[in-house]
C-alpha cells in the first residue's frame, strides 16, 4: 500500500485571521496487496479512521479530510498514518503465518 496525502491551509471557520491545517489522506492498494486487506484488514490504519467505511473512503480519489488547529498535530497525524501503513505488510504476515500448530 502506498500513503497518499494532500496538505493545505484554510481560514479557521468562526475565526477570522486564523488559519487552520488540513490534511487529506488517502491509500493507493497495489493490486498483490488487494485479497491480504480484504481478508485481514489494516487495524492500525482503522484506528486513526474509526468512521464506517474509512478504508473504502481512503481507496477513493478524494481520501478523508481532518482538520488540525496547529500544524504540530497535523504532521504528527501524518506521522501517525505513515506508520499505521508500514506495520501493515507486518500484521498480515503474522496473520498469514497464525494457523498451525505448538506442541
Same mark, same amino acid.
Given at each position: 500500500? =502506498?500513503?497518499?496525502?494532500?496538505?493545505?491551509?484554510?481560514? *479557521? #471557520?468562526?475565526?477570522?485571521?486564523?488559519?487552520?491545517?488540513?490534511?487529506?489522506?488517502g491509500v493507493l492498494v497495489e493490486p498483490n496487496d488487494e485479497a491480504?486487506?480484504? =481478508?485481514?484488514?489494516?487495524?492500525?490504519?482503522?484506528?486513526? *479512521? #474509526?468512521?464506517?467505511n474509512a478504508l473504502a473512503h481512503l481507496r477513493a480519489a478524494e481520501g478523508i479530510t481532518r482538520p488540525f488547529e496547529t500544524v504540530d498535530k497535523a504532521l504528527a497525524f501524518i506521522d501517525h498514518v505513515k506508520q499505521a501503513l508500514a506495520e501493515t505488510p507486518a500484521y498480515w504476515q503474522q496473520a498469514e503465518a497464525f494457523p498451525g500448530r505448538e506442541e
Amino acid at each position: 500500500m =502506498r500513503f497518499r496525502c494532500i496538505r493545505t491551509v484554510e481560514d *479557521f #471557520p468562526g475565526r477570522p485571521g486564523r488559519s487552520r491545517f488540513l490534511v487529506r489522506c488517502g491509500v493507493l492498494v497495489e493490486p498483490n496487496d488487494e485479497a491480504l486487506l480484504a =481478508r485481514y484488514g489494516a487495524p492500525a490504519l482503522e484506528a486513526l *479512521f #474509526p468512521e464506517a467505511n474509512a478504508l473504502a473512503h481512503l481507496r477513493a480519489a478524494e481520501g478523508i479530510t481532518r482538520p488540525f488547529e496547529t500544524v504540530d498535530k497535523a504532521l504528527a497525524f501524518i506521522d501517525h498514518v505513515k506508520q499505521a501503513l508500514a506495520e501493515t505488510p507486518a500484521y498480515w504476515q503474522q496473520a498469514e503465518a497464525f494457523p498451525g500448530r505448538e506442541e
